[in-house]
């Protein structure tokens, strides 16, 4: 298994470009998010994805998009680049057995916006 | 709305002497906790979790933490750190065993520094 991947590793973007974050995990996992980790912030997730065709809002998801339509892939958009979405993106995946639940995180996605 | 509060954003402990860092949540139901940590430039390795049953959950690299419900805390512990232990420490709160059904709300984390 390859685990979370994540690709660019790095990018730097112009305000008002577009862009699509790569996350993909072959491991079957049910569950993926994605989260933003500003200095001093944590990390705050963005999006989230319980299955295929489901997604969700998290705490900051104003200026990303986000789709699920296999269970492998989980890409988050950037419709219009600003320079506030500069920040290091993690794509995280598990899957759940009753209570027993492991949650991988990808490499991260550090991301510039000038 | 649920949050996390670490209260300490750096703490210096010399090699071989003990850790704690602090965590206090808010959670309007059972919690599920975790500690990660962050390695520079690298992404999250889970440290721990509880969910239920014994309030003194053991983890990987000689951590534990304890959970106390009636200070809503949640303190990792380890008896003699490595300078190997520096690194970015991140306790987080969810709804879910692993935190991947709904997410997971993270404290601002705590910036450890092993003096030789």
Known sequence: ?114 | AQSVTQPDIHITVSEGASLELRCNYSYGATPYLFWYVQSPGQGLQLLLKYFSGDTLVQGIKGFEAEFKRSQSSFNLRKPSVHWSDAAEYFCAVGASSGGGADGLTFGKGTHLIIQP
């Not at chain 1, 994540?6 to 996992?29: E, I, R, W, Y």
């Not at chain 1, 993926?32 to 319980?50: A, E, K, N």
């Open chain 1, 1 to 114: 298994n390859a685990g979370v991947t994540q690709t660019p590793k790095f990018q730097v973007l112009k305000t008002g470009q577009s862009m699509t974050l790569q996350c993909a995990q072959d491991m079957n996992h049910e569950y993926m998010s994605w989260y933003r980790q500003d200095p001093g912030m944590g990390l705050r997730l963005i999006h989230y994805s319980v299955g295929a065709g489901i997604t969700d809002q998290g705490e900051v998801p104003n200026g990303y998009n986000v789709s699920r339509s296999t269970t492998e892939d989980f890409p988050l958009r950037l419709l219009s680049a600003a320079p506030s979405q500069t920040s290091v993106y993690f794509c995280a995946s598990s899957y759940s057995v009753g209570n027993q639940e492991t949650q991988y995180f990808g490499p991260g996605t550090r991301l510039l916006v000038l």
